[in-house]
């Protein structure tokens, strides 16, 4: 069981142990203060008892348990014993919240009623009467409520769109709002002209808890830095580095839209929020309402790249892990070289993410039991649980999961049959944007309405007027997956510098003909700019170099890691092996690499390399505040009185707080030992881990 699950049980034993005594006429065992603290106690219980049910989805029972909380408020008010005013705001508040879910407009318009009777600014609360005045066909009250609404938080994106629902049903004039292009901010006072010149003042005030502060602990200067939001336009998959500028102690010549980090704090959090592991909305506001989440298979491909494709689930599973596809003999069963699986039955859908390494991510089928957020023991050394873990296992099955619940289980499978659908033209998939289609077409046929590719030698189109296929006299058309209609796309404009994004014309986006004379540089349709963010990134300079590497992708064998391999000049080599897909071999997920044969896995499961990232991950390295372990697991006594003189050499630890780091990070170390044996990532006679050897003797 999970900290959070034993936190929660505990905290319900301590509920029905209160319950049952209050409904006793026992005398409480102690002082009135006592008492107090205890019925107190009892209701803040309740409260987040009740808020971890609500975020469940089971509505019905957290009215029951804001209801039992608030009774049990009144009850104390009986014996003179005061419980906060705030408290029983949000629990009023989070009650009409729940009744709103459940579809109980009257209570809901009540509850919301009593919470701004405490607290007349609740902007939750005047959000959720709007919406019960709304669904009551009361419009005009309810658009007065959320006009004060939009005055307490003018950004927030459901408050702006309830007020635009009601303004047209009412026929008031919508009116574009104004955006302040500074902000000043009460809790970080600037004390310079540089980015880091600024101090924390911890004061008592109510604001919309919208900026994010970090620091790292036992450092020698434990100041709070402001941590921006994580740049996301750009592509950039790599890490994360300080800005050249605020590292040489000068002022950012790209402030306010830099993508570089400005402090370590910065370097951290930016790595943890992409990699799902914590969510700013959460930590801002956690109990607040949360946004709808429209998520997409080309969306979610777009930010993590790969494909979808279905792989044997019986040998995904084995131990170890078998990449196996249909069977070219017979596409009814899977790939494996002795059993064959009945691969329909068997199949299961796995993202492929081809980079340096050659990664696969299961998605399970969606359930509604799906908890959604990332399991900690997978995202460490594994679960133990594996398929039956009701916790994502990677942050792409999270999007997927979340994607699925919101707008069906169907549409991800049918991307999955389409990915690895032998007759779909594999180009389309591994190159380009992942939401776009791509094809060379004839410009003067397709002027005409017809859609003729070149003939097989590439010197004409194939259409019956043979026209002469040169750069000048082709055009490319790319179709989105939303849209599904083909759509052409101008060069990428000249215009130097190139722009961070490109935006849409105005006049395009408004449903009219683009007035610019000449050559409009802002794109004139959403496939338009996504191609031209591909060619961006990639380098891809004009469109005759995209119809070079577009050729390049029709041969058979192409992958995006061989072209990169040949356009960096053999800097970087790749082995046949790291792409061997075509036969069934054993697969290491912890390196990411496939094996062809008995004797090939062998040899990688033996070598030092290998046995390095058993143990250590990049990420591993900033959870430890203390020295690597040993193999000696005492305290020195000359460290404790002062006579120490080997300090970093010292074999023995150096306090008590070490000594405990070093048993947690050897029982770390040892379940991810264990997990890897569990997948036969280690030979079972093998015992020689190097510097990791000391994990096998036991602690004097």
Not at 548 to 566: D, F, I, N, V
Request: proline share 4%; net charge neutral.
């Amino acid at each position: 069981m999970s900290a959070t699950g034993q936190d929660r049980s505990s905290r319900w034993q301590d509920i029905q142990k209160g319950l049952q005594f209050i409904q006793s006429t026992l005398p409480f065992p102690g002082t009135q203060e006592q008492y107090e603290v205890f019925i107190q106690s009892l209701v803040r219980n309740l409260f987040g008892e009740a808020n971890d049910v609500f975020l469940e989805g089971e509505w019905a029972r957290s009215v029951e348990l804001y209801t039992e909380s608030l009774n049990i408020a009144e009850y104390a008010e009986s014996e003179d014993i005061i419980i906060s005013q705030d408290l029983k705001e949000k629990l009023y508040a989070n009650r009409a919240a729940s009744y709103l879910n459940i579809g109980l407009h009257d209570q809901a318009l009540e509850d919301s009623e009593k919470a701004l009777q405490l607290n007349e600014s609740n902007y939750r609360a005047l959000y959720r009467k709007a919406r019960c005045l709304k669904e009551m066909g009361r419009h005009q009250e309810a658009y007065e409520v959320v006009a004060k609404c939009s005055m307490a938080v003018p950004q927030d994106t459901h408050v702006i769109e309830m007020t635009q629902e009601l303004a047209k049903m009412l026929g008031l004039k919508i009116r574009k709002a104004y955006v302040r292009s500074k902000v000043l901010y009460h809790l970080i006072v600037f004390t310079g002209p540089g980015v880091l010149d600024y101090a924390y003042h911890p004061e008592d005030h109510k604001c919309k808890k919208d900026l994010l502060l970090g620091r790292t602990k036992h450092s020698e200067l434990p100041t709070w830095k402001f941590i921006r939001p994580r740049p996301t336009k750009n592509q950039y998959m790599g890490p994360y580095y300080i800005c050249k500028d605020v590292a040489m102690g000068q002022e950012c010549r790209y402030f306010g839209h830099c993508t570089f980090a400005y402090c370590q704090e910065e370097i951290d959090v930016w790595t943890l929020e992409r990699k799902g592991f914590i969510c700013r909305e959460n930590l801002c506001d956690p109990y607040g309402s949360k946004p709808k989440i429209n998520l997409t298979v080309p969306k979610i491909l777009q930010e993590h790249h790969g494909i979808f494709m279905f792989l044997c689930e019986v040998c995904f599973d084995h131990k170890p892990r078998i990449i196996s596809k249909t069977s070219k003999d017979n596409p009814g069963l899977c790939f494996h070289p002795v059993t064959k699986h009945a691969f329909e039955e068997k199949k299961c859908l796995v993202h492929n993410l081809r980079d340096k390494t050659v990664r696969y991510s299961k998605i399970r089928p969606y359930i509604p039991h799906c908890q959604m957020d990332l399991c900690r023991h997978e995202v460490r050394y594994g679960c133990q649980r594996e398929d039956f873990c009701f916790y994502a296992h990677s942050l792409i099955e999270l999007k997927v999961w979340m994607m699925q619940s919101e707008r069906g289980v169907t549409e991800i499978l049918e991307y999955g049959c389409c990915c690895s659908c032998p007759e779909m033209s594999y180009d389309i998939i591994i190159f380009g944007p992942a939401n776009l289609k791509m094809q060379f077409v004839c410009a003067q046929c397709w002027r005409n309405g017809q859609v003729s590719e070149p003939d097989k030698n590439k010197k004409y189109c194939s259409a019956k007027a043979r026209h002469p296929w040169s750069k000048e006299r082709r055009v490319v058309l790319v179709s989105s997956v939303e849209r599904k209609k083909w759509t052409t796309v101008r060069p990428l404009p000249t215009k130097k510098p190139i722009p961070a994004q490109f935006d849409i014309c105005l006049h395009v986006a408004a449903g009219k003909k683009c007035q610019y004379i000449g050559n409009c540089t802002f794109a004139h349709s959403t496939e338009e700019r996504d191609l031209w963010t591909f060619m961006k990134d990639n380098n891809i300079a004009d469109m005759e170099q995209l119809y070079e590497m577009w050729l390049q992708s029709q041969k058979p064998g192409w992958s995006e890691e061989s072209s990169s391999a040949t356009r960096e000049n053999g800097k970087q080599i790749h082995m046949p092996t790291d792409y061997a897909e075509e036969v069934a071999g054993n697969h290491c997920w912890l390196c990411g690499k496939n094996c062809n044969s008995d004797k090939q896995w062998q040899q990688h499961i033996t070598s030092e390399k290998h046995k390095e990232r058993v143990f250590n991950s990049e990420d591993d390295q900033n959870c430890w505040q203390y020295r690597f372990p040993t193999g000696t697991f005492r305290v020195c006594e000359r460290f404790l009185k002062g006579t120490c003189t080997e300090e970093e050499l010292c074999k023995l630890a150096h306090g008590d707080e070490e000594l405990k780091e070093w048993k947690d990070r050897r029982e770390f170390l040892l379940m991810k030992l264990a997990k890897a044996r569990k997948d036969h990532l280690i030979a079972p006679n093998d015992n020689d881990f190097g510097k990791y050897s000391f994990l096998l003797k036991d602690i004097k």
